[in-house]
């Protein structure tokens, strides 16, 4: 998922960020692509976790409350058919 250089948001002293995701929300990646998603499609899948394998928060991830929980089971799906690492224990 391509980053914009963005400032990195400060945290005020009343817990209120300022400067932080102003305007439109992104939209889900899942939801922009016609809604479709595929275990099978692991690539697509390693967007959502990190490099040591851990599923991405929604607050990371920025995917809508249903296609989070698809992608959580599309992930885990993968990791079973060995498409996807499981979390390392380093
Ligand atoms: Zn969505």
């Known amino acids: 998922m391509p980053r914009r250089n963005r400032r990195t948001p400060r945290a005020t002293r009343g817990g209120r960020r300022e400067n932080y995701r102003r305007g439109k929300p ?36 920025g995917l809508c409350p249903s296609d989070q929980r698809r992608v959580a089971t599309a992930v885990k799906n993968a990791r079973e058919m ?9």
Do not use: E
């Open 26 to 61: 992104k939209p889900c990646a899942v939801c922009a692509q016609g809604g479709v998603l595929d275990w099978k499609d692991a690539s697509f899948l390693r967007k959502f976790i990190s490099d040591r394998g851990k599923i991405r928060s929604r607050r990371v991830s």
């Open 82 to 90: 060995a498409l996807l690492p499981y979390v390392g224990t380093r």
